[in-house]
């Protein structure tokens, strides 16, 4: 089965940047999509950014022209750039991936456990 673990996040001033890590524990023959989710103290969990094959990406309106989604498909690691972090972006982000992995022929679903996130002065 894959695996998804998240590195990368920890406490950065407001107006700093975080680049968010993701990595899949096996080589994957197709992905269907592929972002972040986030949960922060009080709220429900949002999507952040996912992208879609042959969709594009997409993002929350609250962290477009901030955040960028991106693939390294020769390392299978996701990353999620963040710039001008505001402390509304404080949560828990939650790697995600639809995908096939090398033996199985059908899409599933994937969750990392998640890395904290904090935007604080």
């Known amino acids: 089965q894959v695996q998804l673990v998240e590195s990368g996040g920890g406490l950065v001033q407001p107006g700093g940047s975080l680049r968010l890590s993701c990595a899949a524990s096996?080589?994957?023959?197709?992905?269907?999509?592929m972002g972040w989710h986030r949960q922060a103290p009080g709220k429900q969990r949002e999507l952040v950014a996912v992208?879609?094959?042959?969709?594009?990406?997409d993002y929350a309106e609250s962290v477009k022209g901030r955040f960028t989604l991106s693939r390294d498909g020769a390392k299978n690691t996701v990353y999620l750039q963040m710039n001008s972090l505001k402390p509304e972006d404080t949560a828990i982000y939650y790697c995600?991936?639809?995908?096939?992995?090398?033996?199985?022929?059908?899409?599933?679903?994937?969750w990392g456990q998640g890395t904290q996130v904090t935007v604080s002065s």
């Open positions: 995600y991936a639809s995908l096939v992995a090398y033996g199985s022929s059908t899409y599933k679903s994937y």
């Open positions: 096996r080589s994957i023959l197709s992905i269907n999509a």
């Open positions: 992208s879609v094959s042959g969709g594009g990406t």
